[in-house]
């Protein structure tokens, strides 16, 4: 990813020197996961800049390896375990798309890893979750804690916690899909004006949010949620972390988190602009768009960005708009439910 690096800090950098991850993090990150995770491209169609008016570019991060960007978080958080401790293995907690990135990060360092899943995660996460070699815990998102679980665990081998967002590594891998997106933008000669990404627990947006801070400062970046999961949403607009009082009940499993992490939070109320929401109905209806018209096939959850530009959330005509498509592990009913609305 030396194209990436090696460009220059644009003009009127803000001063980010008091955040837990800095440029200089998520440049090391993208050489961490160079060679390993896919560099996704950035695609256009035609169709999707005539409906919205925008120009608009995709960031697939559903092509990306273990099929979602965590894939990215995760190999660069693992890469920073010492040697020594690496035996003991890992352990994290998840509802899919982490849990398949930490496995297959696991897999290809030759660490042992163990997931803590909810029971009623989309099967095939954790039919390939099990097909990386990690160990699957199940549990139940309403009457038990799955961090008190993976703390038990943790205490029983030694094993290193990884935080699917709140952790400075995790958020440093993830900030490399806004470095690859800078460039690319760059290099069509299309300066960004507005992303949009899919948003839980904040590592991506955050990461993302300080890697365009520094390459293009002139970019508004917006967090996309499920409404009734707008915990992100609810957090910017008051200053303080809100939480969700549901613990499931959305489409869009991979956003379900009960509120911001801290860390992710911290860089997005200087960073963020407008956060919006979008309903389940119209997470669907652009997993349907995705399919049929982009030939793409994206989960509920890794829609919802796209969701939120279809449905005109945003007043971006005219404008240069990225929108991260951030997962593509949807259940073949699920996406049978999309396409027969």
């Given at each position: 990813m030396a194209d990436?690096?090696?460009?220059?800090?644009a003009e009127d950098v803000p001063d980010l020197s008091g955040f837990a991850v800095s440029i200089e993090d998520i440049e090391a990150a993208a050489g961490r996961i160079d060679g390993q995770a896919v560099k996704t491209p950035v695609l256009r169609h035609p169709l999707l800049d005539e409906r919205t008016g925008a120009r608009v570019l995709i960031k697939p991060e559903n092509l990306q390896r273990s099929g979602s960007f965590k894939f990215r978080g995760a190999f660069n958080r693992l890469n920073l375990i010492?040697?020594?401790?690496?035996?003991?293995?890992?352990?994290?907690?998840?509802?899919?798309?982490?849990?398949?990135?930490?496995?297959?990060?696991?897999?290809?360092?030759?660490m042992p890893a163990t997931i803590v899943m909810p029971?009623?995660?989309?099967?095939?996460?954790?039919?390939?979750?099990?097909?990386?070699?990690?160990?699957?815990?199940?549990?139940?998102?309403?009457?038990?804690s799955r961090d008190a679980i993976a703390k038990?665990?943790?205490?029983?081998?030694?094993?290193?916690?990884?935080?699917?967002?709140?952790?400075?590594?995790?958020?440093a891998g993830q900030g490399t899909v806004g470095l690859e997106l800078a460039a690319q933008a760059a290099a069509l000669g299309l300066p960004l004006d507005d992303v949009l990404a899919c948003t839980g627990g904040g590592g991506l947006a955050s990461g993302i949010a300080v890697a365009l801070a520094h390459k293009t400062p002139?970019?508004?970046?917006?967090t996309a949620e499920p409404a009734l999961f707008d915990d992100y949403k609810r957090s910017l607009e008051s200053g303080t972390i809100q939480t969700n009082a549901a613990k499931s009940g959305s489409?869009?499993?991979?956003?379900?988190?009960?509120?911001?992490?801290?860390?992710?939070?911290?860089?997005?109320?200087?960073?963020?602009?407008?956060a919006v929401a979008v309903t389940d109905e119209e997470a669907?209806?652009?997993v349907a768009f995705a399919f049929s018209e982009l030939k793409l096939v994206v989960e509920p959850g890794g829609a919802v960005a796209l969701a939120a530009l279809l449905t005109g959330k945003l007043p971006l005509q005219g404008q240069t708009v990225g929108v991260v498509l951030t997962g593509g592990n949807i259940d073949p009913q699920m996406l049978m439910q999309a396409l027969g609305r």
């Amino acid at each position: 990813m030396a194209d990436i690096q090696s460009q220059p800090l644009a003009e009127d950098v803000p001063d980010l020197s008091g955040f837990a991850v800095s440029i200089e993090d998520i440049e090391a990150a993208a050489g961490r996961i160079d060679g390993q995770a896919v560099k996704t491209p950035v695609l256009r169609h035609p169709l999707l800049d005539e409906r919205t008016g925008a120009r608009v570019l995709i960031k697939p991060e559903n092509l990306q390896r273990s099929g979602s960007f965590k894939f990215r978080g995760a190999f660069n958080r693992l890469n920073l375990i010492p040697e020594a401790d690496r035996p003991k293995g890992v352990v994290a907690c998840s509802s899919g798309n982490h849990a398949q990135g930490v496995a297959a990060s696991a897999q290809l360092l030759g660490m042992p890893a163990t997931i803590v899943m909810p029971e009623d995660a989309p099967q095939i996460k954790l039919e390939r979750t099990r097909g990386y070699g990690a160990t699957v815990v199940t549990y139940d998102r309403e009457t038990e804690s799955r961090d008190a679980i993976a703390k038990a665990l943790c205490d029983e081998s030694g094993a290193t916690f990884v935080h699917p967002y709140n952790d400075p590594g995790v958020i440093a891998g993830q900030g490399t899909v806004g470095l690859e997106l800078a460039a690319q933008a760059a290099a069509l000669g299309l300066p960004l004006d507005d992303v949009l990404a899919c948003t839980g627990g904040g590592g991506l947006a955050s990461g993302i949010a300080v890697a365009l801070a520094h390459k293009t400062p002139q970019t508004r970046f917006h967090t996309a949620e499920p409404a009734l999961f707008d915990d992100y949403k609810r957090s910017l607009e008051s200053g303080t972390i809100q939480t969700n009082a549901a613990k499931s009940g959305s489409v869009c499993d991979a956003l379900l988190t009960e509120a911001p992490g801290e860390v992710s939070f911290s860089i997005l109320r200087e960073l963020a602009g407008e956060a919006v929401a979008v309903t389940d109905e119209e997470a669907l209806a652009a997993v349907a768009f995705a399919f049929s018209e982009l030939k793409l096939v994206v989960e509920p959850g890794g829609a919802v960005a796209l969701a939120a530009l279809l449905t005109g959330k945003l007043p971006l005509q005219g404008q240069t708009v990225g929108v991260v498509l951030t997962g593509g592990n949807i259940d073949p009913q699920m996406l049978m439910q999309a396409l027969g609305r």
